[in-house]
């Protein structure tokens, strides 16, 4: 009976019961038999010849969709030998096994899964269901064969991408788990490539033995340049922490360095105003708190009660990391956001400590001053931050907490420590090469940003001598070429339009209106190439150099070719960091007994695996 419900003259007729002997025609409402004696024999013949010689126009439909009907179940029903052939695996060396199993390694790497996945039941039996004519190998063939196998055609990949840049720029830092005796040091390269897109690779995440002195560090470190076959000559700079024996370590291998910008905020911070009593007492009660509620299911439980009460939407207090300002800065706004909340709890409930109306009012102030500090951290930490925004963003960061205004009230003390701590960090920072370069090659600030004339005329002067020297080292290889391009008309990129920009960004606007000199002028001179590009507007800062000068290399072509060198350069160690968070979901509690190479192994992939697959 459900087969012949499957029928589309049903479309035209209804039972008044799955058990009814006859069927009301939907057209004209009549009765008509369904034929057969018993349940098990009614049939559809009645029906069909009712609406065939009492309706025509329905007669007419149900051929048409009896007829698509029929289609779609021949096109279902397999054949006997393809029904056979169905239930045979594929061969392990075929086509089809082997794309799923390289699919199934994959999603172990990408996802950081532990190769036992593959003896996990629910995996295996999501494998059989989708197609049970494969069978998934085992965890030693994924482990021993499967794995080396990927990582040999990655490591082939990473090396042809950066085996003709000419200037490649790295960042390093070290790591020590917490679930096993395991030290690793990353090394992370970064460069543009002919298009002038930003590109990036993790060449190592290095087994590291003993002491952490500066020539173990040196050691390593070179040893995986080598492994590269990287020259030094390549090197443009290497990204660090501040750390003395980092430091050391870059000089003893002759390269070039800087500390990481966003390790060097947090100091400033920290000096300037988390080390002051009053604010980190008040940090230290509001710690308590949120620990309070993090350890206590009960407590968090009647927290969430009263915010359902206020008609406020449940949210869990953000519990900060020491070593990390920023965490501090979203601990404290998570803080006043629920200060009416905790108010509530404070009348029934008990806390450890509590804050009082000074405090909570040191707090609010705290959070203003430092949320330019948080957006530049965020900013400084994208994967597309140079280190061209290094003076920009400290020039930004004096002008604010310089500026007096009604709202200072109560934070002006702040605003002058932070100020102090600022200027004593980055008080050299315009006559660092490395900065005050890329600064000028970057199309959104060129030299705009600069505080000193005298460091402004330095880092041209510079400029000037570095694209003579870089036209006069070319000037063989160019002659052989044939001749140059002709050179293109600048290309205009649209502005885009930023809906309320935050204090921080409508500094950066300002200071581009108060320095702006438009005019325009161009030439195979690298003198007056730069002065041609020095002359013309900047670009938005919502906009993307690296697209600026993709387009203008060919008008600009000295300058170009020393904006890919210094531009390649990320301004903060983050991109190593960012390796070890991965690490550290790969070697946990469960996979403690991970060894460091297997470990060197996966984190690689998982970092460049997109690389290859993309």
Avoid at 372 to 385: D, N
Wanted: proline content about 4%; overall charge positive; charged content about 25%.
């Amino acid at each position: 009976m459900e087969r012949a419900k499957e029928s589309a003259v049903w479309r035209y007729f209804t039972l008044a019961t799955p058990t009814s002997s006859s069927a009301v025609c939907n057209v004209c409402k009549v009765n008509v038999s369904r034929g057969g004696g018993i349940t098990a024999k009614y049939n559809t013949t009645n029906l069909i010849k009712h609406i065939q010689k009492h309706h025509a126009k329905e007669h007419a439909e149900f051929l048409q969709l009896s007829k698509t009907k029929g289609a779609e179940n021949t096109a279902q029903q397999l054949t006997l030998q393809d029904a056979f052939q169905r239930r045979e695996k594929f061969p392990a060396e075929s086509l089809k096994a082997s794309a799923i199993t390289q699919k199934v390694l994959e999603f172990i790497v990408l996802d950081a899964q532990p190769m036992s996945v593959v003896e996990d039941e629910g995996f295996r039996r999501l494998l059989e269901h989708l197609e049970p004519r494969y069978s998934l190998p085992s965890r030693k063939y994924f482990s021993e064969t499967a794995l080396p196998e990927l990582y040999k055609k990655v490591c082939e990949h990473v090396s042809k991408e950066i085996k003709d840049i000419q200037a490649m720029s790295f960042t390093t830092d070290i790591w020590s788990s917490a679930v096993s005796p395991m030290s690793l040091l990353s090394l992370t390269v970064h460069w543009l490539d002919t298009s002038c897109t930003a590109r990036g690779a993790m060449l190592q995440a290095k087994n590291f033995h003993g002491s952490h002195t500066s020539d173990t560090i040196a050691a390593a470190i070179t040893d995986i340049l080598d492994k590269w076959h990287i020259p030094l000559n390549k090197v443009h700079v290497i990204l660090r922490d501040n750390a003395s024996n980092m430091k050391k370590a870059m000089e003893n291998m002759g390269v070039r360095s800087l500390g990481c910008f966003a390790h060097s905020l947090q100091l400033v911070v920290n000096e300037g105003l988390l080390s002051q009593r009053s604010v980190s007492d008040a940090i230290a009660i509001g710690r308590q708190i949120v620990g309070h509620f993090k350890h206590s299911p009960l407590a968090y439980s009647r927290l969430q009660d009263i915010q359902l009460q206020m008609q406020m939407q449940p949210k869990r207090l953000q519990q900060d990391v020491k070593t990390r300002w920023n965490s501090t800065y979203l601990m404290i706004q998570s803080l006043l956001e629920q200060k009416r909340v905790l108010c509530a709890y404070i009348a029934d409930h008990d806390l450890p400590s509590t804050l009082t109306a000074n405090q909570w009012a040191l707090l609010e102030k705290t959070s203003i001053v430092l949320a330019p500090f948080e957006e530049l951290t965020r900013k400084v930490s994208s994967s597309t931050a140079s280190t061209a925004d290094v003076i920009p963003a400290v020039t930004v960061l004096k002008r604010i907490l310089a500026k007096e205004g009604d709202a200072d009230t109560g934070i002006k003390t702040m605003k002058k420590t932070l100020l102090q701590a600022v200027n004593k960090r980055f008080d050299t920072v315009e006559d660092e090469p490395l900065y005050a370069l890329a600064t000028l090659l970057d199309p959104r600030y060129k030299d705009r940003y600069f505080t000193s004339a005298q460091s402004a005329k330095r880092a041209k002067d510079a400029l000037t001598g570095e694209l003579e020297e870089d036209l006069r080292r070319s000037t063989a290889g160019a002659s052989q070429a044939g001749p140059s391009q002709a050179a293109e008309p600048q290309e205009k990129f649209p502005r885009v339009e930023a809906a309320a920009p935050s204090s921080f960004m409508q500094e950066f606007e300002q200071i581009v209106e108060e320095s702006e000199d438009p005019g325009a002028a161009s030439s195979s001179s690298p003198a007056v190439q730069l002065h041609g590009y020095l002359a013309e507007k900047t670009i938005a800062t919502s906009d993307n150099p690296y697209q600026y000068w993709g387009v203008n290399k060919y008008r600009l072509p000295c300058l170009a070719a020393t904006a890919t060198k210094y531009l390649c350069a990320p301004c903060t160690s983050v991109e190593s960091e960012r390796v070890f968070s991965t690490v550290s979901n790969i070697v946990d509690e469960k996979r403690s007994r991970l060894t460091a190479e297997r470990a060197e192994m996966l984190v690689f992939m998982r970092k460049n695996l997109p690389l290859l697959i993309k």
